[in-house]
Structure formats: structure tokens, C-alpha cells
Nanobody, 122 residues
């Protein structure tokens, strides 16, 4: 069964940090670009960051540049999203997805996880 599973979400105070993980089972992430997306209540899902299959190229939304870092460990079949200096507006359900190309366009992604909740609040 092909599956992506996100973990690492939780409740954190403003200014805090979290590291999200996206683990694949049933297939190898080696040949896929991976994207992180998020959806806040009442808002559309948006792209946060993505990384090429090799890890050599990355992209970030302007809202998270300088605060979030995406990385991957193909040997562990896992992609990470290190989030620092978190803000209340980062509160959302975070999804990872595997796709064909490095893109913030959700239509390029075909395997999706179920999401992990991140809540930033004092």
C-alpha cells in the first residue's frame, strides 16, 4: 500500500520550533519531488515548500522564507520540514505530497498524506 505519513505536529508557543516528518511506505521517494502544503481553517490549501528528488533544489513560500527549511533523507525514505520562529499565522493542517516535479502547483502531486496539525498559540 502506497502511503505518506506526516508526524511531528503539535502545539507550540510563538517563536518556537517544530520539525515535521513525511515518511513513505510502499514506494521509494527517490524519484519524486516532495511538497509540503498547509490548510488553515476557512482558507484554501497553499504550498509551503518543496524539494527536488535529489534534494538539490528547493522552493519556499515568501511567508516562510528564512524560517522553514526542507530537507530529505532518501536512505530513510523521509522528508523533513524544520520550522522555526513559528507565528500564529502558521497554524494549519500540514500535508506532504509526492509529485513529478518541483512545483508549488498542487496538480503536480499525486500521493498525499493525511496531514499533521500545527498550532501556534500562547
Amino acid at each position: 500500500q502506497l502511503q505518506l505519513v506526516e508526524s511531528g505536529g503539535g502545539l507550540v508557543q510563538p517563536g518556537g520550533s517544530l520539525r515535521l516528518s513525511c515518511a513513505a511506505s510502499g514506494f521509494s521517494l527517490d524519484y519524486h519531488a516532495i511538497g509540503w502544503f498547509r490548510q488553515a481553517p476557512g482558507k484554501e490549501r497553499e504550498g509551503v515548500s518543496c524539494i527536488s528528488h535529489s534534494g538539490g533544489s528547493t522552493k519556499y513560500a515568501d511567508s516562510v522564507k528564512g524560517r522553514f527549511t526542507i530537507s530529505r533523507d532518501n536512505a530513510e525514505n523521509t522528508v523533513y520540514l524544520q520550522m522555526s520562529n513559528l507565528k500564529p499565522e502558521d497554524t494549519a493542517l500540514y500535508y506532504c505530497a509526492a509529485g513529478s516535479t518541483l512545483s508549488s502547483d498542487q496538480s503536480h502531486y499525486y500521493y498525499w498524506g493525511q496531514g499533521t496539525q500545527v498550532t501556534v498559540s500562547s
